[in-house]
């Protein structure tokens, strides 16, 4: 199950940059335990990640995250690319765009013959697929729910990327197929507002929040975690003095 893409595309991709005793590579493990450690987290077949609005980070969490959970945890694991408008999965992975998840929800294509394989051997990728302007009534096919259930059958774990909640409804028609969601912010860059207005509209969607993630584009890893909102947190920036203290301005803007 799965295809294997010409070998010359697993050059210079995001498994590169992910140096198993790195920093990052910490941290990334770190979060998943968190996870882990929350009531029926270990019972989940499905982690959708995203974001309130673009350019949050969030399609890099969920490479890392996925890149993790199947390397250091024996889980065998899909990472899925929703993002029908801007798909990223796919170039940071190296892989072929197409086929992918549009071309199985419109028929044409069988789910299984469009898993990728990673060189990770408990890691393969489906990607979106064509892009598609009428992304959200592409995801609303009745196919959906088929094909969620088609992918549990063949992995433990999906982590899904998703489109931002804010620009476009496609989340909300995602969210009655996954378990759970983690949410990624931009450290210092996204207003507490729009933060919050995004949780609620995936709340008010059905939408279960298990964490949420400060991202540090800089360092392209977590740097801090909310998994309550507003109570405990940690942090990691990659210099000590800034994980020790956290920027009272950039906790403000999130809480």
Known sequence: MGRNPEPHRFQKTILELYEKES???TEF???YSNLRHLNGFGE????????ATSEEGKSLVASFLAITISHYHDCKTLLLDTDMRRPVVHQLFNLEQQPGLAEVLEGRKVLKECFQKTPLSNLQVLTSGEPHRSATELLDSPRLTEVFEEMKFYFDLIVVDSAPVIPVSDVMVLLPEVEATLMVVKAGAT?????KRAAELVQNSGGKIVGMVLNNLEGVLPYYYNYNYYGYHYGYSGKKSSAD???RKTEKRIQ
């Open 23 to 25: 920093p990052a590579a």
């Open 29 to 31: 493990r770190r979060l």
């Open 245 to 247: 203290k956290p920027d």
């Open 191 to 195: 207003p507490r507002e729009v933060v």
């Open 44 to 51: 989940i077949k499905s982690l959708l990640v995203t974001s």
